[in-house]
């Protein structure tokens, strides 16, 4: 037996010149860039059967071999960006097979330039446009303008490497068609460069007023996303609303700060809604919408801010409060400067609300629930309602009470008390009536 063995492993040729015998195929894509061709003296025993290819991408750690039979040649394809290695043994008729031989390695280049999709101008003023674009790999970010096609000007080169670009062209001349191309370079230097594109910049005007804010900027979470809503403010001269973001725990100061979430065209009075996908649950998402006309002018900002979470989720539905309490989620802010949500209300205080507003002053039930939603901004229904019972008007139901506390209790007594002594878990379900809407 080991002789048997002795005579594969010295009859196996090392893989000598292998520079000679490796090729790689031109114009690889990322994943899978190209293939190496092996080549091998046969052996001379008699009793050889054939051989296998062994490679990996760690020197002397190979995965499942190949078998290549009788043949002493053999391309191995699909090979992926990086340094391969490369080793053949021999094996005879009863499956004996020889030691490995000499290692033959191949390093397999990036040549493939990014895949550049979603260009365009957007944000465009009588002096300003933003020029968005995205590539398969992370890259760089550059654009060439001017008047003509042959351009003239050049924006210095981003060497951050991402897949979202976007770059501002500012200082342009009023009423004037521009020309731009975009360039990004991945990390092996490959260049990509898109055709040419145009914009033409808006008129100028003597207006200096920005649009009024959107109305009712909303961030609500949910699993991995985020959904902001909006109204437009009705200026004849609005144009759009652009949104951007942070993570750092701050809200963008200015137009250009933080990334870009998106232009929103739009008409007067109109309510728009995004869904910012793709997100990482855990991470606060801190936007700032600004509307702008025409002419370049851009409002004061309004904020909203928002966690994803699975729980989220999983626990309110898509159209419910970001968070606990009485529609005032936390996970949710607008207008006016960055701040806090307003306090979730504890289940004391709205039951005695509900006590001194409808009984003393003798209102009904519906307006008292209309009281609490104004003091609480604008709330969207739920799926889980908490039941709150008052005397001799029926049942109202409210949602997202906040969890029990000292209060809380105090509350639960005072709501029994109310319903003359009655046990909650004894009510009727035909006593429920008034449903919050």
Same mark, same amino acid.
């Given at each position: ?17 292998? #520079? ?38 760690? *020197? ?7 078998? !290549? ?50 260009? /365009? ?65 991945? !990390? ?14 808006a008129s100028p005007s003597q207006d200096q007023s920005p649009? #009024? ?51 929103? /065209? ?19 998402? /801190? ?17 909203? *801010? ?23 989620? /936390? ?107």
């Amino acid at each position: 037996m080991e002789r048997i063995r002795d005579k594969l492993a010295r009859a196996l040729p090392t893989l000598v010149g292998v #520079a000679a015998f490796l090729a790689l195929l031109q114009g690889p894509t990322p994943g899978f860039a190209g293939e190496a061709t092996l080549s091998w003296d046969p052996s001379t025993v008699p009793d050889v059967a054939g051989y296998k290819v062994y490679f990996g991408t760690s *020197s002397g750690v190979y995965g499942t071999p190949i078998d !290549a039979g009788v043949q002493t040649t053999y391309t191995v394809a699909g090979l992926a960006i990086s340094t391969h290695y490369f080793a053949v043994t021999a094996y005879n008729t009863v499956g004996e097979e020889s030691t490995f031989s000499n290692e033959a390695t191949k390093t397999i280049a990036d040549s493939a330039p990014p895949v550049m999709t979603a260009l /365009s101008a957007s944000g465009i003023t009588s002096t300003e446009a933003t020029i968005t674009w995205t590539t398969n790999e992370a890259a760089t970010s550059q654009v060439e303008y001017g008047t003509a096609p042959t351009y003239g000007a050049t924006t210095d080169t981003q060497t951050t490497l991402v897949t979202t670009h976007e770059v501002t062209l500012s200082q342009l001349s009023p009423e004037t068609t521009y020309h731009y191309r975009v360039m990004s370079q991945d !990390a092996s230097g490959n260049l990509a460069v898109s055709a040419d594109q145009i914009f033409v910049t808006a008129s100028p005007s003597q207006d200096q007023s920005p649009p #009024a804010d959107v109305q009712g900027f909303r961030a609500s979470a949910g699993d991995g996303e985020i959904v902001l809503s909006w109204t437009t403010p009705n200026d004849p001269d609005f144009a759009g609303v652009r949104i951007r973001v942070r993570t750092d725990g701050t809200f963008p100061q200015s137009h250009n700060d933080g990334a870009l979430v998106g232009d929103f /065209s739009g008409g007067p009075a109109e309510t728009g809604t995004f869904h910012h996908a793709s997100l990482q649950n855990g991470i606060t998402y /801190s936007y700032a919408a600004f509307s702008y006309d025409a002419h370049g002018n851009y409002s004061h900002t309004v904020y909203a *801010s928002a966690t994803p979470t699975v729980s989220n989720a999983a626990d309110s539905p898509a159209d419910g409060p970001a968070s606990g309490g009485f529609g005032c989620g /936390s996970t949710s802010i607008s207008g006016g400067a960055a701040g806090t949500a307003p306090p979730t209300l504890d289940l004391f205080l709205l039951v005695f609300a509900a006590w001194w507003l409808g009984l003393r002053r003798k209102r009904t039930l519906t307006t008292v629930i209309g009281s609490i939603r104004s003091a609480c901004g604008s709330v969207s229904r739920s799926s889980r309602p908490s039941v709150c019972l008052t005397p001799r008007v029926g049942v109202g139901i409210f949602h997202g009470l906040a969890a029990p506390s000292c209060s809380s209790r105090l509350g639960l007594l005072l709501l029994r008390w109310m319903c003359g002594g009655k046990p909650l878990l004894r009510i009727r379900p035909a006593a429920l009536q008034a449903r919050y809407a």
